[in-house]
């Protein structure tokens, strides 16, 4: 394994940073490049409680950081049972965490993040899937890669059962979907969904310059703004305000332009909330079915 071709197409930040380490392969890899590169890192681990093996997990990861000569930082949540579980377990693992982590995803998990985004309607800056909301030093390095990294080193990374769940749509989407399109064109896709995230990226920053221009709450600006234009504002309004950090469904943001345009006065979209216009304005609240009926 060439380390140093790796360490080229890793970009770790500059100074002390702190590493958000699960103790599978792609974190796992993160922390031991990390210590290649001659970073100063802490690891940052979270234990959600949500499997069987959790606090295992946690005291594998303590151990690991305890092999490298670094702190350790251990951060237990809570996550209550119910719907959306994965979305909520992933709201509250980075909450405990510092702003400024590094996560461990790789041009794998970009792939899937655009297909997933794009089949559920998420718009552009969904597709274009930037990743920039914390640091991902990895990003340009394959799954296999990380494994390995892991291998060389001797280390068995923590396999998380949730990761070949079927029930949750990302299993799916790697285990079913993504090998099905490589079957069918006979290619490798994830280099072609990273590229073509890179695409939309880039006509992104140019809606992205005018929409920020734009007061999402301002019904009447909104009408006169380009659909595109008008869109992206109220996604980045929309997903600044939802506790979820899933990016708005095209239906949603649809939804949404009808009540600004005056054909709806209210609307319920996805999370549970209702974006209402009065005076002119549009507002965001908590929907509450039962009081409905």
Known sequence: MDQAALLD????????IALGVSGGADSTAMALLARAAGCEFTIWHVDHGLRRTSS???????AFASRLGVAFELRPVVVEPGANMEARARAARYQSLPADICVGHTADDRAETVLFNLLRGAGPAGVAAPMARFTRPILRLRRAETE???ADAGIMPV???HN?????????????LLPLIADLFDRDPVPLLNRHADLVGNALEVIQERAIQLDPTDARALVAAPKAVASEALRTWLRSELS???SPDAASIDRVLR???GTHTATEIEGGHRVSRSGGRLSLDPFDRDNQR
């Open 9 to 16: 197409r890793c970009d770790f930040p500059d100074g002390p």
């Open 56 to 62: 295992m997990d946690a005291a594998t990861v303590d």
């Open 259 to 261: 009540v600004a345009d």
């Open 164 to 176: 070949a769940d079927p029930s949750f749509t990302r299993v799916r989407l790697r285990t079913e």
């Open 244 to 246: 979820d950090s899933t």
């Open 159 to 161: 396999v998380d059962e």
């Open 148 to 150: 390995a990294v892991c």
